[in-house]
């Protein structure tokens, strides 16, 4: 069963303009970690966020975690071209095991 | 330093038929987890593999089943295909065993399986 689930499904954007993309989930988390992926390739870890933190940055990504409401947010800034691709974010439960849950993801279309 | 290799990149099979899937995890790695991506979705864990052996399992029926060799390659096994085995299958490694952390694994590009 998919734990996380990123909104929008679909995102359309200008190259310059910012993307938000949330992720809500349905159980206690010890971490969650956002990835994209490009054309349906192989996954790319952007950035962990740990249960006890709110926010953090990595370049032009922006992520916020709010565990009273199982939701996080990832902010893209000043978007570009290449960053086109699908995002999931992916959960590890407390008390779990290290399997990862994988969301099915938002596609975001950056047109330049 | 290469990273992690799939092989084949594509693949077609015919229903009832079997497949193996192979990966060479990234130089130093010792630990090889497999994923199923169906199309629209995201990846689902299938199982792990530590010191040749099936460490952890997600929720896969047993036609699925692996192996890891001595020099840490592994490969998927998938028994009597069905329509719904069609999907992206993602090889990740890391170093450590079950308990490696998520964000510490590195993936594949992934074989795009497609049965007829």
């Known amino acids: 069963s998919q734990q996380g689930e990123e909104d929008p499904q679909a995102l359309s954007i200008q190259e310059g303009e910012n993307a938000t993309m949330n992720c809500s989930y349905k159980?206690?988390?010890?971490?969650l970690q956002w990835y994209r992926q490009n054309s349906g390739r192989g996954l790319v870890h952007l950035i962990l966020?740990?249960?006890?933190?709110r926010e953090k940055h990595s370049g032009r990504l922006r992520v916020t975690l709010d565990t009273s409401k199982k939701s996080s947010s990832l902010l893209i800034t000043a978007s570009r071209a290449a960053d086109t691709a699908s995002y999931f974010c992916?959960?590890?439960?407390?008390?779990?095991?290290?399997?990862?849950?994988f969301g099915r993801g938002t596609s975001l279309i950056v047109h330049p | 330093d290469a990273g992690v290799t799939q092989s084949p990149t594509h693949l077609i099979k015919t229903r009832g038929q079997q497949v193996t899937l192979r990966c060479s995890p990234k130089?130093?790695?010792?630990?090889v987890s497999w994923y199923q991506q169906a199309l629209g979705q995201g990846p689902q864990f299938i199982f792990q593999?530590?010191?040749?052996?099936?460490?952890q399992r997600g929720n896969f029926p047993d036609r699925f089943s692996g192996h890891q060799f001595p020099n840490y390659s592994s490969e998927l096994n998938v028994n009597a295909l069905l329509l719904g085995d069609s999907a992206l299958y993602l090889c990740?490694?890391?170093?450590?065993?079950?308990?490696?952390?998520?964000?510490?694994?590195?993936f594949g590009p992934g074989t795009r399986l497609t049965v007829t």
């Open positions: 990740a490694s890391s170093l450590g065993g079950p308990g490696t952390a998520l964000w510490e694994q590195y």
């Open positions: 159980t206690s988390i010890n971490n």
């Open positions: 966020i740990r249960s006890n933190e």
């Open positions: 992916a959960t590890h439960r407390s008390g779990g095991s290290y399997i990862p849950t």
């Open positions: 130089s130093g790695h010792d630990t």
């Open positions: 593999y530590y010191e040749e052996e099936e460490r």
